[in-house]
C-alpha cells in the first residue's frame, strides 16, 4: 500500500512534546505509528 496522502492533525504543543518524548523512548516511528492506530480503527469499525 502506498503512503502517498496526509492529513494535518493540530494537537496541543505540551502533547506534541510528551508524544515525540513517548516515540522517541521506545524508538518508534511515530507516522507508522498513527497508520497502524488508523488501521486498527478502521478495521475494529468495519465490522
Same mark, same amino acid.
Given at each position: 500500500? %502506498? *503512503? =502517498?496522502?496526509?492529513? !494535518?492533525? #493540530? $494537537?496541543?504543543?505540551? =502533547?506534541?512534546?510528551?508524544? *515525540? %518524548?513517548?516515540?522517541?523512548?521506545? %524508538?518508534?516511528? #511515530? %507516522?507508522?505509528?498513527? #497508520?497502524?492506530? $488508523? #488501521?486498527?480503527? !478502521?478495521?475494529? *469499525?468495519?465490522?
Amino acid at each position: 500500500m %502506498a *503512503n =502517498d496522502s496526509s492529513f !494535518i492533525v #493540530r $494537537i496541543s504543543k505540551e =502533547d506534541l512534546e510528551k508524544f *515525540n %518524548a513517548a516515540v522517541e523512548k521506545n %524508538a518508534v516511528n #511515530r %507516522a507508522e505509528l498513527l #497508520r497502524q492506530w $488508523i #488501521r486498527k480503527y !478502521i478495521e475494529e *469499525n468495519e465490522k
